[in-house]
């Protein structure tokens, strides 16, 4: 929670808000009770195209479409042996999962990719969701996606993949997880969103962890206080549940050592601690840590490629990837924004000294741009093929 300190020194006044930093609509049930995967998935995107602020005639459609939920079945006109639920993260949109979404397709599963309640639409609609409602809507759309195959498997990215292992521990028809950098601790300093966000009662700027331009459309770059808590709450709900509860689950892993978002270590001592079988996990560092069995090194350091590490959100998409990929249209240069609008300018002009995770900087890397796609995206596929015929 490095951003953090960025918050405090830097408070912006309450003129940087603006229409996107107020909320839709309070009502976050309307996921829970879809009543067809079908309806869900049209509801969602009326919704997504009513709440955004920043659809124009030329690019609308590219912004919906990556913002709404989506369903990818198989070709095969069968009923499906296998379904998947994916579940993106804090502050992300069902754009991050179409990646890997295409991959399980081709596997012959029936992939389903929600859309967590609050996001896709405006920061402003994260102001006062609960961890709850996330839950409520997964569990719907688990009941829903049950119905149309045999297995249901879960995957999820940061928040996202917590709250499947919440699921997966009050659910025992889930057959398998797999999970990108989760989020089971982040650091103490998160325990003070959850009283900044009451202060925004009297001030509005205390609502918020971060106020950024934006400029994402398929990621809020403004955060609030309240969803920070939140993703506490529910990791703190999922740690008692794990002290009784054992399942013995398959389990695909994939995490990088320099995560600044969420501890990566926590990860390998979860890891290390399951039973079920086949278990299989990617470890992304810069060098040569001790880790347990059955996790593998994978080098994040690529010079050839100028490539210092992998972040938080380096995982999950491809190179080719048309927004986030190697010659995608997105730079992710927020580190930057309050501390040095120089380094900002520069690494949105793709004039950065090498790719990594923020704050990540050396002598050698002075403007360092956010890694947001995995150069060894095609190896990571490969595993979980094993991994699938393991299965």
């Known amino acids: 929670m490095i951003h953090f300190w960025n918050f405090l020194r830097t408070l912006p006044i309450a003129h940087e808000l603006s229409e996107r930093h107020r909320p839709y609509a309070d009502d976050n049930a309307f996921q829970a009770h879809a009543g067809s995967i079908e309806a869900y998935l049209d509801a969602c995107r009326r919704r997504v195209e009513a709440a955004r602020t920043d659809l124009d005639e030329k690019r609308a459609a590219w912004i919906i479409d990556g913002n709404s939920p989506f369903a990818f079945k198989p070709e095969s006109n069968d009923r ?30 029936y992939v389903l990719a929600m859309q967590l309640p609050g996001h896709g639409t405006r920061p402003g609609d994260l102001l006062k969701v609960r961890w709850q409602d996330w839950a409520a809507a997964h569990q719907r759309l688990l009941e829903l996606l049950a119905a149309e195959v045999d297995e249901v498997y879960l995957l ?32 103490a300093m998160a325990r003070l969103a959850g009283p900044l966000s009451y202060f925004g009662k009297w001030w509005q700027r205390f609502s918020w962890f971060e106020l950024q331009p934006d400029s994402d459309c398929f990621k809020y770059e403004s955060l609030t206080n309240r969803a920070i808590h939140e993703v506490y709450e529910m990791i703190k709900v999922v740690r008692r549940l794990a ?16 995560d600044v978002a969420v501890d990566s270590r926590a990860t390998l001592d ?49 190179p080719s990837n048309p927004h986030y990929g190697e010659q995608g249209e997105h730079c992710f240069c927020t580190h930057y924004y309050h501390l040095d609008p120089a380094r900002y300018r520069r690494c949105k002009a793709r004039q950065e000294d090498c790719l990594g995770e923020m704050f990540d900087e050396s002598a050698d890397c002075e403007v360092i741009r956010r890694l947001t796609y995995n150069p060894l995206f095609e190896e990571l596929l490969a595993e979980i093929k094993v991994f699938l015929d393991e299965l």
């Open 156 to 187: 999820g990215f940061s928040a996202g993949a917590t709250l499947n292992l919440y699921q997966s521990m009050r659910n025992n028809t889930i057959k398998g997880l797999f999970m990108f950098a989760p989020a089971l601790r982040i650091s």
């Open 80 to 109: 499906p042996r296998r379904g998947i639920l994916m579940v993106h993260g804090l502050s992300d949109s069902p754009f991050m999962m179409r990646d890997l979404g295409r991959f399980f397709q081709q596997q012959g599963f």
């Open 270 to 318: 979860w890891f290390s601690r399951q039973r079920g079988r086949p278990k299989r996990m990617l470890y992304y560092s810069t060098g040569h840590p001790e880790v347990p069995e059955k996790v593998t090194l994978v080098p994040a350091h690529l010079p050839d490629q100028n490539i210092k590490s992998f972040s938080h959100m380096a995982l999950m998409q491809s």
């Open 243 to 258: 002290s009784r509860v054992e399942r013995r689950l398959p389990v695909f892993v994939a995490a990088s050592e320099n």
